[in-house]
């Protein structure tokens, strides 16, 4: 059998830096290597790349610069969200949504250790949220409810203005990890009325170790990393203006791209599952959400040696996220949406991106169709 050239189809764990965004940081390194936050020239050259950054991100997510502050990551703007939003409600109830990213569970976990009654809001078996599995758990005692945009693992976006007026309604804080989101909707805040929105920049092919918390303004939340008065007070730490710059490179790149993006994804998916269609015991798991990520489970295989023989023949794929990877537990996002553990554990996530031709999605289809025969016995 011939193998595969490297074809990478794990764009949802991370993407490659784009050439614009990499020329663009470039002179931030060494050139203008300055503290954003020193009062000199330097370092007024270095906030002005950061204030230009700051602006352009707001612009594309209809936000004031104002109600954007810089992160080290999806990661970390997810734990301020839930514990800054969370202490800041006086330790009323939290809401999270079983699909959750481990970002979000975990911090959901530290909320518990600190006192704070954290609750689990299901899905149905197309992995989305139920708006009226949701009002029934409101009431004037919740403070926080947690739902991300479009799944990492499965694609499935979730209702988020329609969640984002539930809580309203409720007077509690609605946040939305938009991390996986980002890359492929239009998002407009005010237009989806949530109060905290997540970023990370290696989704877009922008930098790894930068991201984004939009605070609406008004918003009251308490810090989580202490130390100076960096981002308006709001998160101490020296500004990373190369990442900074190369996150709104990217960004901007991202939307102006998105709809000729989203019909090469389209076409991409088309293909791929063309490339399977005749290969039996196969079935997508989760509702149509974005075009880039497929979770497919195929009855019979262990995902474990499916993804290691992939991977030998030079196509990386991944059995969801990334940060959960090296651990043998079945996907949560999976049982959560009814699967039982061995199906979870049959299932991978393929996703797509722009650099993909249609002979790299047709090449790998053919390679994982005869690598699931063959692990199959037949
Ligand atoms: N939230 C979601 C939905 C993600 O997919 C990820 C990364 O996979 C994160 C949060 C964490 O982002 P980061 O890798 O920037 O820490």
Do not use: Q, R, W
């Given at each position: 059998m011939q193998q595969a050239k490297?074809?990478?189809?794990?764009h949802a764990a991370t993407t490659p830096l784009c050439q614009e965004a990499f020329e663009k940081m470039s002179?931030?390194?060494?050139?203008?290597?300055?503290?954003?936050?020193?009062?000199?020239g330097v370092g007024r050259k270095a906030m002005l790349a950061v204030d230009n950054a700051r602006d352009k991100i707001a612009e594309i997510l209809h936000?004031?610069?104002?109600e954007i502050y810089f992160t080290s990551g999806g990661t970390e703007a997810d734990n301020w969200a839930l514990v800054g939003g969370a202490l800041a409600q006086k330790g009323k109830r939290v809401i999270v949504s079983a699909v959750e990213h481990h970002a979000v569970l975990s911090a959901a976990d530290k909320l518990r250790d600190m006192g704070v009654k954290v609750d689990v809001l299901p899905v149905n078996n197309g992995g989305r949220v139920e708006i009226s599995a949701l009002e029934s758990m409101?009431?004037?005692?919740?403070g926080l409810v947690c739902v991300m945009?479009?799944?990492?693992?499965?694609?499935v976006l979730q209702p988020t203005k329609e969640i984002a007026t539930l809580c309203k309604k409720y007077g509690a804080l609605c946040f939305a990890d938009g991390v996986q989101a980002a890359p492929y909707l239009d998002i407009d805040v005010k237009e989806l009325g949530v109060d905290m929105l997540s970023l990370s920049a290696h989704k877009f092919y922008g930098p790894k170790g930068i991201g984004a918390l939009y605070i609406k303004s008004g918003v009251k939340i308490e810090k989580f990393v202490s130390g100076g008065e960096q981002e308006r007070g709001m998160r101490g730490g020296t500004v990373n203006v190369p990442a900074v710059v190369g996150f709104a490179t990217a960004l901007e790149l991202t939307a102006k791209e998105r709809a000729e993006r989203q019909a090469h994804l389209s076409a991409l998916r088309t293909a791929f599952l063309e490339g399977l269609a005749?290969?039996?015991?196969v079935t997508k798991n989760g509702?149509?959400?974005?075009?880039?990520v497929l979770n497919l489970r195929f009855d019979g295989v262990d995902n474990d040696s499916l993804l290691y023989a992939m991977d030998l023949k030079g196509v990386a794929m991944a059995a969801g996220s990334a940060c959960a990877s090296?651990?043998?537990?079945?996907?949560h996002v999976l049982t959560a949406m009814g699967l039982s553990e061995q199906e979870a554990k049959n299932s991978v996530r393929i996703s797509f991106g722009k650099d993909n031709t249609e002979e790299d999605v047709r090449t790998a289809a053919r390679v994982l169709k005869e690598e699931v025969e063959k692990q199959r016995g037949l």
């Open positions: 490297n074809i990478y189809l794990d002179p931030y390194f060494c050139d203008c290597f300055g503290n954003a936050d020193s009062p000199h936000a004031n610069p104002k409101m009431d004037a005692d919740v945009m479009a799944n990492n693992e499965t694609g005749d290969l039996d015991g509702e149509e959400g974005l075009p880039a090296a651990s043998v537990k079945p996907s």
